[in-house]
């Protein structure tokens, strides 16, 4: 490969399992995507182009989690292939809803649903990628947020650091002068999750669900000793933290917790 310099910088896009809908959210940035297909050459990228050019590439965007043996072995190629490797949304940088799985026996599942189970190979897990190989950037969310995807980009191109808030919910919701929910006695996870949804769900009176997994920091022993003292039982505070980003550690820690104060 020629030097970056002589060149335009090649981008590639992988999926696991997944939805595709962080694929999708950088299609969806239509008039964004014009100057950054300006500056970069989209190079292996199936959901826009059947063109696929060999690697190894400059940029690689992963979607989606491991769940199979072909997958481990994929992913490691892949990394083997990617100068910057960036997994996108909560199914490459948590496991996804498909690591609900790990909390049980996947046997009973593949037996329930395929009438041939013994042509199914799959894991007993749905892992994120950064579990299996060396991760340079995690960009969060259910499904992640255009603008940041496009942030990422431009400053790889850039050359430098992008800006991608690691605060809570929270303060995008103080920000659009939104009143927290929580005061009105609404659960909500927006205090010990990531921002990045400018507090979508509060601003319509509804709590947060937790897709961009947890901040920075997060104290989410606090925030559900909150939630009982609202009256929410055990049960319902461990699934709340087990959805989109149930196998990120902070979240996955606290549903344990309260699974084990949970009545048999």
Not at 96 to 111: E, H, M, P, S, T
Not at 131 to 158: M, N, S, T, W
Not at 181 to 198: D, E, R, S
Request: include cysteine; aromatic fraction near 8%; glycine fraction near 8%.
């Amino acid at each position: 490969m020629r030097p970056l310099e002589e060149r335009q910088p090649t981008l590639a896009v992988y999926k696991f399992a997944s939805c595709d809908g962080c694929q999708l959210s950088l299609l969806d940035c239509e008039d964004e995507l014009l100057a950054v297909a300006g500056a970069i050459q989209i190079a292996n990228f199936p959901e826009a182009s059947r063109e696929v050019l060999p690697g190894p590439y400059d940029v690689v965007l992963v979607e989606g989690s491991i769940t199979t043996p072909h997958d481990e072995e994929r992913i490691h190629d892949i990394r083997r292939a990617a100068g910057v490797l960036i997994t996108i949304g909560a199914c490459a940088t948590a496991g996804g809803i498909q690591a609900l799985r790990n909390w049980k026996d996947v046997d009973d599942f593949v037996n329930i649903v395929y009438a041939n189970p013994q042509y199914i190979e799959t894991l007993e897990t749905s892992t994120p990628i950064s579990d299996h190989v060396d991760v340079d950037l995690e960009l969060r969310g259910c499904p992640i947020d255009k603008g940041q995807l496009v942030e990422v980009i431009a400053a790889y191109l850039q050359g430098r650091k992008p800006t991608i808030p690691t605060y809570s919910v929270c303060v995008e919701c103080k920000r659009r002068g939104t009143p927290c929910v929580m005061v009105k006695g609404t659960p909500c996870l927006g205090p010990v999750t990531q921002a990045g949804c400018n507090g979508l769900c509060p601003a319509y009176d509804r709590g947060c669900f937790g897709c961009f997994g947890p901040m920075e920091s997060p104290n989410t022993a606090a925030l559900a000793d909150q939630w009982h003292a609202l009256g929410i039982p055990a049960n319902r505070i461990s699934e709340a933290f087990r959805s989109f980003n149930a196998w990120s550690g902070a979240f996955r820690e606290e549903s344990d917790r309260w699974e084990e104060r949970s009545p048999v």
